[in-house]
Structure formats: structure tokens, C-alpha cells
């Protein structure tokens, strides 16, 4: 007779039922419960859906797989029944704790829904899911406990929601007595933890204070949920290794690692707190837990939902991120210690800021790519650990974080990456294509949209670079500028090297300085050795390049060929930032600075000037800038326009202020104040919903017949 | 005996959150011990070191106590059982 028979008549003799087919107990009778189907086999035991003969309902019938003997089985018997009196909602019911043919089995409530454990996945569920969860959980231990009632078993499997998002948490206070009395209660030792494994599969739930063979209590559940919420967040639980070992030191020492940026500061605190190590910095009770979790629930509901994932690997904490809209006008915002994103309506009258993204790292160059339909943002990002190349295709939410630093100097030429300066996409019709202007002063290309780079080499063995000198700010090739019209055409600007062009797409280089002084050398007009600071053009207008050198302002008409000086009526011919209008190829904006010793605005007025005829004459702008005590500086990528209609134009401090002006530098606003050292600020209109207009007096030439005479009194030059 | 490398906070996240990374190798120079490190986690290398194979300029590696650029920098031999700690200079602004 096998004992499935023996369980119809339960006349059998008590050989161990798990030891046997499980199919076989199909149709069994167990009492009054007829056993309908298997719903499930875990570590514990098998589980069957049966069928209450008298009071006509299913309920889940689960054998415990163990035999028990004398105070052990007592003390679980009252345990269980104890944990059969709890009725929340949140809480599996226990109907009935029996023991038949020497093994216990517990008739519970039938739940219609699936283990948390296989509906989490890879990615994780969403964080609002995870809360929901999670104050159910915490609820349903808040009432065991107040009965004196411990899970000791708290596990994601352990936790069933229904179709509905009914939380129903199960096997309160039963199956790690089972296995604790199973295992004698001798010593603990690795054995006794691989035999907790190997039958309960919870190791990955335990408690410092458990593995170190402390009893528990209350908190020690606690613990378990705080691993329960992780794991249903990033679809693994916080602690993890390919050995019982490495579990267990990861649990004794390791912090968790950091939960994704897109998950709310406030849940990841909640969760760090379950996750302490000593039980005296945990919350003391569930109903703590409940409560944090319901306030962070209530304060998300107002913030915007984001079930986004990513293909990133950099976790920083307490970042806010944006809700973007098409037809949104981005500030892209890099400093010396982090990203910032700023969003606004094309009114551009109220600002949300998000950040810090790179948390410490600096940033020199950031950019909005939108060829081929993507939404993607690049930045750079350069610290003691090295300078990378970084992505996100989610608005700052997530950032790829490569292994390997993608751009880098052969081995053998000797050169580091110290710095990412400048990234260029190439033109609309190579969406593939993108270059960086790197320091010491190189050009980098990529043909596979930024995966694979390659150096330059036509530029890098120039034989003029090893006469190039650093300036202050390191060797750098800050400035790439692509010809519109010609796909040969290229520019680089290199501080201090001056401007290189290609006709050839970049195999030969030629040096384009001709009318460019220095002042740091002792030959004025010299073919190369220029310490350039910015040079810009306008796309309508690509045979004129506009120029802001360490000592002066020029323009060329002829693809740099030669430069003629436009430092008509400005404070000063020093400075760093240039940009064109996105509409008008006559309009240029600068911030004058005093001089490279002090590098600051000018009188301590700050003040953006404007050229609207290629650099004939310059006005200032400033209403709405400080006008006393500003002593300012802007530097050379901390400027930017939008391409809306009126031009918004954007420039940041060394001070950490931002300013804007939403109609062509008329007025301005202070953005945001506060920041650290801005170094680039860059802009994208989100949705390619641009407002285009024609560009004013394309193709119109400057006369230099028609320029007034020069006010060289008022402006400020190093001659 | 295996050597042990202690990693600061930001390369944890190249280590699968690991701030010990035991490694099981013996009679080795700090450059070989650093490359069975980042065939374990190859994300790593380019933190620690540049393009060129130098260790980058504020990062400091130590074996047991010792600044391995007082004892043969990446020939430096590491015994059995030391701890090698990586930890950012105190520099920066």
C-alpha cells in the first residue's frame, strides 16, 4: 500500500508523504477536506487545492514535510495555532493545524493570485506597486506582532497578491520553527545555514542578528521586508553570491547596493532603514514602516509616475528627475560637480530643475541629440576617476555608465584622456556619426552612434602639435564646428593651438589663423600657437566663422582664411562664450571680461553684447543682470540659445547663477542661483515642434566700407 | 592564500555592490593581481587606470600599509593574504 492510500483511509502506516508522488494525492481524503489539484511545491512542502466537504469551500492544503517529536511538536502546534487566531486582511487565515501520519499540515484560506516572487521579473515592478505592497505587508506584521505573533519567514514567495493588488502575506510563525526545530537547535554553523538554504531557500531574508544565531524578534521581520521591497523593486534581492559564504558576508557587512535613481528617495530611505544592520537603527515596529511608506506614498502621488527602465548602471540618490513634454524647452546645465536639468513651456517663464545627476564629477560638455527620432542627451563627465562618455535616453532618469572608457588614446602614443570637452553630432544625415574635442588636444569620431571611437589621426599627428601649449585651462580642442554645405569641412578650435580646418574630411589639416594676434608669444601673427576661446557660426552663413580669442573678437568671410578684427565699442575684447542667433547669421552674443588676470565681468556689471550686423557694432544687454558688484565670469561653453521664436539665450556663472531671457536678451531672469561653477550650459526644444522662420539677411554681405569708426577708446585690448 | 582587494565606494558599483573582492592567486606582482580584478569586473580597469596602464594620478593604491608607489608601483610583489585597498587621494576642489 503506498501512503498516498493510506491518507484516502488514514488508516496507513505514517511513511513520509513527500517522499511520494505528489500526483498521487490527488482525490485523497485528509478529514473532511477532498484534495482537488496540486497548486504548488516549495522548499516547505507541497500545497494542494481541496475542498472543504462540510463547510462546501476550497481552501489550499499544505504539508509541512517534516515529523516533529515531543516539546518541539508541542511548541509548534501551539505556535501554529496561535498564528491560526490572527484574522487582517493582509494576513492568509489559518484555518486548521493538524498532524496526520505523523506530518503537520495547515489548512488555510485559498488565495487566488500569484507569489510576488514570480511576478517581479528582471526589471522589478514599478515603485507605486511596490508601495502599495509594501503597506499591506507591513500592516499584516504590524498585526501578528501586536499578538506576539513573529513571522520569522518573511519572503517574497511567502507573499501572494491577488489579481486586485490584495496583498496576503502567508505561513506566519510556521515554517522556520519547523526548520529551526528540525535542526535540533545545536549550534549554528555554515552546515546548519546550508541546511537552512537548501530547505528554505530564505537565507537571502535572514537577519545579521539570526546569522549570527541570535533568536530575532519583530525587527529581524522587519529586516526581511526591507528585503522583500528591494527585490520587488530591482527583481533581485539586496544581498546576493555564489556561495553560502558570500551571502552571508554580504548580509553580516555589505550595504545594499543602491536602488535605481528612477525609485523615490523616500522608499529607498524607508527601505536602507529596514536594511540596517544592528536592530536598534531599524524602525522598531511595523507600524513605523507602514506609516513612512504611507507618506511617501501620499507625497509620490503628486510627482510623475515613472515605470521608465534603463539600460544604466549609475545609481545616485536624492535626484529629482523631469516630466518632459514635447514642444518643452530643456536646459542642459554641466558644473564642476554635476549635472542639472532645467525644464520650462516655450513661454519660458517657470522653471523645474532636476539634478544632481554625476553627482561630484565635472562637466564640460553636454548635448541634445535628436537626429533619427531619439530623445537622447550626452554628457561628459571627468573626475579622478578618468573622463567618460555618458547617455540618456530618458531625460536624465537613467545614464548608460560603460565599462570601458570608449574614448581613449592608442596604446603607444603616450597621451591620457584627461578631459571630454566638446561633443559634436555629425550632421542630420549621419545620425550615426558624432565627434569629441578632447584634452590633451585631440579629435575623436564615431560611426556607430558613440559606441566605438576612433582618434583622429590626421589632426593628431599634425606636425604642429607637439609646438602646441596648454593655456590655462589645460590643452585642449574645445570647439568642433561642421560645415553645413560642404561634408568635408570641418574646424577645430584648440586652446592654445588656434583654428585647424579639413577640406578632406579630416585626413589633412590646415592652420587658419591668419589676422588672429597673440600675446604670448613674441612673433604677433604667427601661422599657429593661437589661444582661441571660442569660434561659432551660423549654418545659413558657413563661409563666416566668428571668433573670441584670449585677447580680441574677429571674423572671417572665408572659411578662415583670413580674420579681421570686430571689437567695435565692447568693454573688453576679452572673454570665453560666443553664440550666434539661431535665426539671424548677423547676430552674435558674447560676455566681455576684463582681462585674462582678472578674469571677471568688467566693472562688475554684468553684461551680454550683442552684434546684429556680423559684428559692426556691439550693445549691451542688461536689463534684469546685476549691474554693481557682479564680478562674474561666463566661460566658453556656459552660453547657449534656444531655437524657439523670439531666441531664448541661456548663460551661466563661475558663480553658480543662471540666467536666462526668453525674448532675444531684451530682458533677463535669474534662472536658478546657487549652483556650483557652471560650465556649460546647452538647450534642446523637445518634439522637434520647432517654430521655424526664415533666416534674416541670409547671404547678406557685411561691407567693411560701411563700418563706423572704431571707439578704441572704451575698449579695453592687450596690445 | 588568496589576496584581497578593499575597493572605495564607486567602484562598488562596477563589483556588484562588493567592497572585498577576494582574489584566488598566488606569487604575483600588483599588475597581475589588478588584471585577475578586472577579468572579474572589467569596468574597473578604466577607472583605476589610464588608457596607458598607469595608475591614474589620485588614486592611491596600498598593499597592506605600504603606498605601492614607495615599493615598485605595479612590480610591487604581492605576498599571500595582504589586503590591497584602492582609496582617492585627499585632493581635488
Known sequence: MNAALSWRDQTGSPTALVDCDPDFMIDSVLGHYRIVSKLGEGGMGVVYRARDQVLQRDVALKFLGAALAGEARQLLLREARAASALSHPNICTVHEVGEAGGEFYIVMELIEGKPLNTSVGDGGLPYESVMRYGVQIAGALAHAHGRNIIHRDLKSSNVIVTPEGLVKVLDFGLARRLVAEAQDAGTRTMDTLESAVTTGGTLSYMSPEVLRGEPGDLRSDLWALGVVLYEALTGQVPFHGRTTFEVTAAILREPPPPLPVRIPPGLAAVIQRCLAKEPALRYQRASEVQAALEAVQSASAVSEPSDQRGRTTTVHRGIKHLKVNSGDVVLLVGTMKGVFLLRSSAQRGRWDVAGPYFHGQATYALVYDDRAGRHRMWASTVGMWGAFLRSSDDFGRTWTNPQEAPIRFPAGSGAVLKNIWHICLGRPTDPNVMYCGVEPAALFESHDDGETWSLVRGLFDHPHRPRWMPGFGGLALHTILLDPENPQRMYAAISAGGVYATEDGGRKWQARNRGIRVVHLPEKYPEFGQCVHKIAMHPARPERLFLQNHWGLYRTDNHGDTWQDIANNVPSDFGFSMVTHPCNPDCVYIVPIESDEFRCTPEGCLRVYRTRNAGESWEPLTRGLPQKGAFETVLRDAMTTDSLDPAGIYFGTRSGQLYGSADEGKTWKKILDGLPPVVCVKSAVVGGDRIGRAPRNAKKTVSSKRRPPREKSRIRRKR | ?93
Open chain 2, 1 to 93: 592564500m588568496p589576496v584581497t582587494f578593499v575597493l572605495p565606494g564607486l567602484l562598488r558599483s562596477f563589483a556588484a555592490g562588493k567592497s572585498q573582492i577576494v582574489i584566488e592567486q598566488s606569487s604575483m606582482t600588483l599588475a597581475e593581481a589588478l588584471e585577475a580584478l578586472w577579468k572579474l569586473y572589467p569596468g574597473i580597469r578604466d577607472r583605476l587606470a589610464t588608457e596607458q596602464g598607469e595608475i591614474r594620478e589620485h588614486i592611491n593604491v596600498f598593499v597592506d600599509n605600504e603606498d605601492v608607489r614607495y615599493t615598485g608601483g605595479l612590480q610591487t610583489p604581492i605576498r599571500d593574504g595582504v589586503e590591497i585597498t584602492i582609496i582617492p587621494a585627499v585632493s581635488g576642489g
